[in-house]
């Protein structure tokens, strides 16, 4: 996958985020904190967008909340680990 189709899957899951009522406070801040979580876990993307909402917003939040911004990109989520995380 190229990096032109993960940017759209990126948004798509941002767009699924705000469409289940999912606060989102900046699109491109929210963007970023996904792209370093693809960076870190090699995230299964597809797979997660199509995911039931219980399971989709797990991922969501859990990459939203455990994220630590002191560096771009970061590789720091404490002890979270995605459940859609790649190989």
Sequence with gaps: MNRKQKYKLYEEIVNRAMELGIKVQNKFSTMMDIECADLTFNLRLQDW?????????HDF???KNCIV????PTNNFGYFVPRFAGK
């Design 49 to 57: 967008l199509e995911a039931d909402d219980f399971n989709f917003s």
């Design 69 to 72: 911004r002191d560096k771009y």
């Design 61 to 63: 939040y859990g990459i």
